[in-house]
């Protein structure tokens, strides 16, 4: 299928998309979100995907949404109601997917860009990207789940910084801050973060999104509720496919062979 504002490829159990707006800074309009929340239906549901590594095509990654498009909307609320929804839809199920999401952040991250990337299981920047909320710089508040996800990831009192000053964060603060995983040199880019995709898609793509599952419930869970679903994922684990071959190999000493399946 052809996309008009993402570039998407499968290799090796890899699914690659592009954010291909590059001479609108890959902003964010109504079709790239609808976009997205549709490869995210792919990507949650074809069992050929076994990790996603998401990026941005020339020199940014998202400068966020689209305000010059914004501008010209009739009904500005209504517009901006359904482009969030699709959006908020795909990020959904990208969190929620047993597939590890990895970002390679090529360049400037801003408003929706940076939510995108605090979206992210594991972010890979360059060490000329740099990141800004930017929202309430045009009189807006954050979307794209980073009210969500930046308390939880960098703390409440830096992700209120972020949102009520539009700081900006060069690449290693980002990584100190803890928005981003690794810095690389911008020529290594895509070349580590195809490295650790096909790494992940090599692994235990259930088990991972197990991982995923219970790290998504940990904030509000009580403990004993947290435990009850660790003990039921690990039995659950345990008695399938790829954890019977991971506990084989333990035991016979050897790499194991993971079919990504339960």
Known sequence: MTYKTLLFD????VAEITLNRPDAANAM????????????????TNPDIRAVLITGAGKMFCAGGD?????EEDNIS?????MAGDLHMGLSRFSRMSAPVIGAINGTAAGAGFSLALAMDIGIASDNAVFTM???RAGLSPDGSSTY???????DRRARELMLTNRVLNA?????WGVVNRVVAPEDLLSEARKLAQELAAGPTQAFGAVKTLLNHSFDNALEAQLE???????????GEDGQEGIAAFVAKRKPNFKGVS
């Open 229 to 239: 679903l660790e003990s039921r994922s690990i039995a659950k684990l345990g008695a």
């Open 10 to 13: 499968i290799v090796e159990g």
């Open 149 to 155: 996800f930046a308390p939880r990831r960098l703390g």
């Open 134 to 136: 930017a929202y309430t």
């Open 29 to 44: 309009d109504p079709i790239m979100s609808k976009e997205l929340s549709d490869l995210a239906i792919e990507c949650d």
């Open 172 to 176: 290693a603060e980002a990584m100190e």
């Open 67 to 71: 305000l010059k498009g914004f501008a």
């Open 78 to 82: 209504g517009a901006l109601l359904s």
